[in-house]
């Protein structure tokens, strides 16, 4: 019997994209991301993807959601996340 090694979700594929894009656009705590719209232009993905990936995110205390304002980066370690996705 063969096991079958389990597949990431969508949103933790787009997590683990999140994490490149702010080690190669060198964001820090306070900086802005890209809109969701920009994020699944960019990424090739959903929206509703995208806004569940911000979600966990969120949930995590790594990011904060203003409201009109946009989302910002609020205390990122970028190895937390990766621990975190596994």
């Not at 787009?14 to 990424?43: Q, T, V």
């Not at 959903?46 to 949930?59: F, M, P």
């Amino acid at each position: 019997m063969s096991v079958v090694p389990e597949q990431r979700k969508v949103y933790q594929e787009i997590l683990l994209e999140i994490n490149n894009l702010i080690k190669e656009d060198g964001l820090k705590p306070g900086d802005r991301l890209p809109s969701e719209r920009e994020l699944a232009e960019r990424l090739r993905v959903g929206r509703s993807s995208v806004r569940e990936a911000l979600r966990a995110l969120e949930l995590l205390g790594l990011i904060t959601t203003r409201r009109g304002e946009g989302t910002f980066i609020q205390s990122y370690r970028q190895n937390k996340l990766i621990d975190i996705i596994g």
